[in-house]
């Protein structure tokens, strides 16, 4: 029996490779993502636990020290800075990530149509073997026919 091949094969191959590549560069930009919402939940936590030890500072009864003081406030102002910079990395990483996903659904698009065009081919291939076989089991029933006649 013949066997079913695809004429485009390589360039299926090709597509499911610039996919795989699309998916591994977005891959890479969520784990960028991750770190830096990572990095703003400890600023976040570093800003709470400084302004708790401004406060415990400037409590009545605890004695000011202005130096300590000062230093608590610069220290939640950096953390401050800081979470600022790294929401404003997120914000540029999410316009990176919306491409990617855009070039992904792309590419994705891209090999289903020549995978939809591989498993059209195939039917109609299997179509026409069908025909074959059933053309040929129609000659071999009509020289049995004739044969039988030819003994009659």
Do not use: C
Request: aromatic share 6%.
């Amino acid at each position: 029996m013949a066997k079913f091949r695809f004429e485009l094969e390589a360039v299926l191959k090709q597509r499911l490779a610039v996919e795989r590549q699309k998916q591994l560069a977005l891959a890479d930009l969520e784990r960028q993502r991750l770190q830096i919402e990572d990095r703003i939940r400890g600023y976040q936590a570093s800003i709470t636990a400084e302004k708790q030890d401004l406060r415990q500072a400037l409590s009545p009864g605890s004695g000011v020290d202005p130096g300590h003081v000062r230093m608590q406030a610069n220290m939640s102002l950096h953390f401050v800075g800081r979470a600022q910079q790294a929401v404003f990395q997120l914000a540029a990483l999410h316009r990176r990530l919306e491409a990617a996903r855009r070039d992904l659904l792309a590419a994705t698009t891209s090999r289903k149509a020549v995978e939809k065009l591989k498993e059209r081919r195939y039917e109609a291939w299997r179509a026409a073997e069908a025909a074959k076989q059933a053309a040929a089991l129609d000659e071999i029933g009509v020289m049995g026919f004739a044969a039988r006649q030819e003994q009659s």
